[in-house]
């Protein structure tokens, strides 16, 4: 019964999902009239289903509760889906003529509604027992994590150009593509503006790898899949801006690089580094 029951709170969950993106839709309008294609309701369908996964495993998993929870769930899943990868299409605004600054805000402050009220209607489904324990007034302490985040922010840089070269790169449409934006690939404040993007990626995971609850093992593979996932489910969704096979390179390369970068995030960040303790000579030794 009690299964019987989550499935149908998690398909009622869905479909509010789907009604809530369709009335922000209607208050914030684009700008630019997209024409669906047949793909665009399986992709919307595939987005719906792994954002709702994401959101209701970490109500359920994160060690936290009331608005805190909330915070943390739509902050983790806004942050690596929309707000870094709308960075990066700012980064090569003008490769996307089509895409204007009034568009750009409508896409950041659409879909932080949708995530954030989405979020709310979870809590409320999976509203978590009251006596939940005493993780949740664990605080993140970054003092001797910074030289960590320092080395995964030059990591990301390193992922981010071997595999934008050996996956777009390649394609002739992609380098056409993007020839007409003065932020190229070659560019080296390009370099420096991912080292700043890769420690953003970090910062977005750690909120999940402190609080959930499960072990090292649960938490390398919920933020490999979050990283590998959530920036990329939207490619798949058909859009007036970018070709389908500029799409599709980009998922690939993201998809492998960011499930990289997540699976290190886990290790180093959980890695124990410090001077071995000293061992006192018993007794007998003396």
Wanted: with cysteine; glycine share 4%; aromatic share 14%.
């Amino acid at each position: 019964m009690k299964t019987f029951l989550n499935i149908l709170k998690t398909l009622g969950f869905i479909v509010i999902y789907f009604v809530v993106i369709a009335l922000v839709g209607k208050v914030f309008p684009s700008p630019v009239e997209v024409k669906p294609d047949a793909s665009a309701f399986g992709a919307l369908l595939l987005h719906l289903l792994v954002n709702s996964f994401f959101i209701i495993y970490l109500l359920k998993r994160l060690s936290l509760k009331g608005i805190r929870l909330i915070a943390v769930t739509a902050l983790s899943v806004y942050g690596l889906q929309i707000f870094m990868t709308q960075i990066e299409t700012w980064i090569f605004i003008k490769a996307f003529p089509q895409i204007t600054p009034e568009l750009l805000t409508n896409i950041f402050l659409s879909n932080l509604i949708n995530i954030v009220v989405i979020t709310f209607v979870g809590y409320f489904l999976w509203k978590p027992a009251s006596s939940i324990d005493n993780k949740e007034k664990m605080k993140i302490d970054l003092r001797d994590k910074r030289w960590k985040i320092v080395v995964l922010s030059v990591f990301y840089m390193i992922l981010y150009f071997t595999f934008g070269y050996i996956v777009p790169w390649q394609l002739e449409e992609a380098r056409i593509f993007y020839q007409s934006s003065t932020t190229s690939i070659g560019n080296t404040p390009l370099a420096f503006i991912q080292i700043v993007r890769g420690a953003m990626w970090v910062l977005f995971c750690l909120p999940v790898l402190f609080y959930l609850k499960g072990g090292k093992i649960e938490k390398f593979v919920i933020i490999t899949l979050m990283m590998a996932l959530l920036p990329t489910i939207l490619l798949l969704m058909p859009n007036p801006f970018m070709p389908f096979t500029i799409r599709m390179a980009h998922f690939a390369e993201i998809f492998m690089s960011n499930g990289i970068l997540g699976a290190c995030i886990v290790w180093l960040m959980t890695l124990k580094v410090g001077k071995p303790e000293e061992v006192k000579p018993s007794i007998a030794q003396v």
